[in-house]
């Protein structure tokens, strides 16, 4: 653990040149990605991990991190996913009855920078400013012309297939309280739960924590599987997960999708809703600075209720390229209303943008799971299993 007085300092620079300088907490080296701010209040440890943040430097705009240390029960994944941590300070003394290490021993782990003593009130502002930009945090040198060199050089996220960095190598089966990946991908015999097969872009712990809960079994596949991989499981139905980077540079997952739409009832989740929204052959385009927190008001327009939801993306489907397409907006952004839910009027499929798993964040949306088992156990579908029915 770093002692206040001996911290090194660090050194965040963007690519329009602001320099902001703090200390390093965790970690030493260099550091690129894109920088983005993410306004929840807690769970830092599942952001941390969000499979999602691959190839972002994350700032956290609640002032103090690392209270409540960290423990083994609420990671999203195997490994720290984000390039970097910014804070504006750091407590390097937890206090919770989980917390087994503390957050820089953590990072440290991980091999992963973390910073603090930069204004973040100031970053945040400049980020919604400015949008999302790419920078680079630096320990080991205060030369800003090299750096700058390094931030020009990196490419960014636009047209860049981050999910082959995050997805799974082969299939298997998911069961809480058992190492991913260590199942055989082979369904159990005589058990009732409807099988779903999840398409893993960087899929989150607590999406199949959630999917399991509500009556199923899950099946793991890699992003790369094929339709006929998908059909030869003979799943109840298809689950898109979430993961990071430019949608439109995963053409592969894209045509998978679009083999499987009107075969078995669908469910994306983040981008995995942008997966399905491309392959029914409409577009995307990125925010200014993305949606990131556990507080984003969501409208169901269905019903006119409002949700309040946990969010983690910097692209977006547009609706209005799915013109010809029988599609509804189910969803909406109460911030800048854009798309946040859709559903196929033809064909059992339906997604949404943000998390309705939250960790963390709120669990207005967890209805969505069992709307899921619902569509599964349709008239003449599944293989005559039976699962709970929710709201």
């Not at 003593?117 to 100031?122: K, P, S, V």
Request: charged share 20%; net charge negative.
């Amino acid at each position: 653990m770093t002692s206040p007085w001996k911290r090194n300092s660090a050194l965040l620079l963007l690519e329009d040149g602001t320099v902001f300088r703090g200390y390093a907490f965790a970690g030493g080296g260099r550091a690129l990605g894109e920088v983005v701010f993410n306004t929840s209040m807690t769970g830092y440890q599942e952001v941390l991990t969000d499979p999602s943040y691959k190839g972002q430097m994350v700032t956290m705009t609640y002032p103090l991190t690392g209270a409540y240390g960290i423990n083994d029960e609420d990671m999203e994944s195997a490994a720290v996913q984000v390039e970097a941590f910014i804070v504006k300070e750091y407590q390097e003394f937890p206090s919770n009855w989980r917390s087994n290490r503390s957050l820089a021993d953590f990072l440290n782990e991980y091999n992963k920078i973390g910073i603090e003593g930069i204004d973040t009130r100031a970053l945040t502002r400049h980020i919604r400013m400015g949008g999302a930009m790419r920078g680079i945090i630096a320990t080991d040198t205060d030369n800003v012309k090299e750096l700058m060199e390094e931030v020009q050089a990196y490419p960014g996220l636009n047209g860049i297939d981050l999910v082959k960095t995050v997805t799974c190598s082969k299939p298997y089966l998911w069961r809480t309280g058992v190492k991913p990946g260590t199942l055989e991908p082979k369904w159990p015999e005589n058990r009732p739960e409807l099988r779903v097969a999840a398409i893993d872009c960087g899929v989150k712990y607590n999406i199949l924590r959630k999917l399991e809960a509500s009556g199923c079994q899950v099946m793991v596949f890699p992003a790369h599987v094929s339709a006929r991989e998908i059909a030869a499981c003979k799943p109840d139905g298809v689950f898109l997960s979430n993961g990071p980077g430019d949608p439109s540079a995963v053409g592969y997952v894209i045509e998978t999708v679009r083999s499987l739409l009107g075969e078995k009832p669908v469910f994306g989740i983040c981008l995995g809703h942008q997966m399905m929204g491309l392959a029914l052959g409409g577009r995307t385009f990125k925010l200014k600075f993305g949606h990131r927190g556990g507080n984003q008001p969501v409208k169901d327009v269905t019903t006119g209720k409002v949700e309040i939801t946990s969010q983690n993306h910097g692209y977006c489907v547009d609706i209005d390229s799915l013109g010809n397409v029988p599609v509804k907006l189910t969803h909406v952004n109460l911030n800048d209303n854009t798309l946040e839910g859709m559903e196929h009027l033809e064909i059992p499929a339906f997604s949404v943008q943000y998390h309705p798993e939250a960790s963390p964040g709120p669990h207005d949306a967890s209805y969505l799971f069992d709307r899921f088992v619902r569509l599964m156990q349709g008239p003449e579908r599944g293989h005559g299993a039976s699962a709970p029915r929710g709201r």
